[in-house]
């Protein structure tokens, strides 16, 4: 999977990933009000809308890119209803040709953290037969736990040539009250790298690992040297957009051969339509999923042109 | 939440928690042959089976405990049909009078964070309503992400009046890998539990904060360690029985009040009819709710002689 992910991004020269992260507040309410009148104001209303919301912006932007990433919180919010949503949305993506990046920061020991590996990604055994469950491609992993957490995916990746996200450095404000703390000389976020890519050797696809790495592209010093320590992780920067990482920010996050960094942008593409620049080019509401299409465009042409920049200097 | 759990554990006078982690080749045969026959292998007949499983148990051991602790884990595995299982289970928890905590080891950022938290523990708005979704009574929550993803969680707390554990020092074996990095002279795990007591101040039940630790009972020096860091946190102790934690090992997680943690036995209670000494007490697969529940009468029983030789010492 590793291998059609890559092969992905360099079809569609686009080093992006899209968000899925459907709050109700980004449903645009002609889509709201459909669902509530057919469901009532309740967790399976919720779902259809959602539902309905990623079904358009999926099909405005799939030509464009090579994955997207669902993040589970988003539909388990609406408890069982929100969970079929989500299920519907990881097997439309697949039917539209794109790798599914499932972003559940899942992390536990032992024969727990391979339920979730085998829920994931893998199949669980039911009787005499092994079933598929949510069946995303890859999965992002939380690493609080040591290997005792880690390495459950990393057999059911072998197993079904998938792929994990290990968070690293991630995005947010506070991510390094512990990520940040130093230890032998190093930042906690060193030494989870150092494991990434221990972890990464041993299953290899073609030119990167099947283990990759979170890192915010709100953090652009750490990426760079987060970059040398894990050369053959492919790295899922999130941050971009919303939450202020910029096209220049990202070229750290990338190796010298171009690749090595898939970018996420969420709301700054799915609810594109809410900013003004595409709403003064009559992109509104009402055609929401052009404004996130629109949004996929721009995205791809600052992240060309900051590695086209950094390629000069 | 955190003074009902308080008031059930001394009228139960049984700081012990029951996991609910089904796998199924806990589930004994001729309640997977039921549930097969009327859904075939798949995961619904897979989900049917650990539910009936579940119901039995609770049904055999609900009047000797306050709380039981399902792994979402294990549901999730089975896809939405095991989703609707652990839905069945939290509901008929509550019907029986049992305190709920999820152990979901959620944790993201923001609002990301916060979807997991009105998920699992609060009410998620659709339209002009508030519903609720899983609605467990407690959630575990894993701290690699700082404040921005534990702080979203507290706030649904306070308005809900329920609680959280966030994973501090876990059970497994590699738990120390970047749980015990020393930074400024102190293991990672002790910081994080500075953090505990610090978000718990601000959210305090009578004697204990809604902001509980799990510290798992493998680690008893750093559980006492961590049992004074964080005075009026509830300590959620996973890692007895199977996991090699014994009675003597867990003293030092309780305050001198005799309260101040809560032990989990998950596969020790649930699959105790698979054990010899229950087996020769003619408690065997057809009858293994019996021998659940003679496992939890000898578990608080090596828990309260624990504790009272700790007394007299």
Chains 1, 2 share one sequence.
């Not at 388990?76 to 969970?83: H, K, P």
């Not at 230890?183 to 990759?212: F, H, I, N, Q």
Request: hydrophobic content about 40%.
């Amino acid at each position: 999977m590793i291998n059609q992910l890559m092969e992905k991004i360099q079809k569609t020269n686009a080093p992006i990933v899209v968000g899925l992260d459907p709050m109700l507040s980004y449903v645009p309410e002609h889509i709201q009000k459909k669902a509530f009148s057919e469901y009532g104001e309740t967790p399976a209303g919720a779902a259809e809308a959602v539902w309905q919301f990623n079904r358009a912006i999926v099909d405005a932007v799939c030509d464009l890119i090579p994955a997207v990433k669902p993040q589970i919180a988003m539909y388990e919010q609406f408890g069982v209803e929100g969970v079929k949503a989500f299920q519907k949305t990881v097997d439309y993506c697949h039917d539209k040709g794109l790798v599914v990046i499932g972003d559940v920061k899942r992390g536990d020991i032992g024969s727990t953290s391979e339920a979730y590996a085998v829920g994931h990604l893998g199949k669980v055994s039911v009787g005499n037969r092994r079933c598929t469950a949510f069946d995303e491609d890859f999965a992002t992993v939380n690493p609080y736990l040591g290997s005792d957490g880690v390495l459950p995916f990393i057999k059911v990746c072998k197993e079904e040539k998938k792929g994990i996200f290990v968070l690293v450095k991630t995005s947010n404000p506070s991510s390094g009250e512990f990520q940040d703390r130093m230890t032998d000389g190093r930042p906690l976020y060193e030494w989870v790298g150092e494991k990434v890519a221990e972890w990464g050797k041993d299953c290899m696809g073609d030119s990167y690992s099947y283990v990759g790495a979170v890192v915010g592209a709100t953090y652009p010093r750490q990426g760079k040297a987060l970059r040398k320590i894990m050369p053959k992780s492919l790295i899922l920067v999130p941050g971009y957009g919303a939450q202020g990482g910029k096209g220049k920010d990202l070229v750290h996050f990338f190796n010298k051969d171009g690749l090595g960094a898939i970018v996420n942008s969420s709301r700054g593409i799915i609810a594109a339509y809410k900013q003004e620049a595409y709403q003064a080019k009559g992109m509104t509401e009402e055609n929401f999923a052009d404004a996130s299409r629109a949004a996929v465009l721009d995205m791809k042409k600052d992240i060309a042109d900051a590695l086209a920049a950094a390629k000069k200097s």
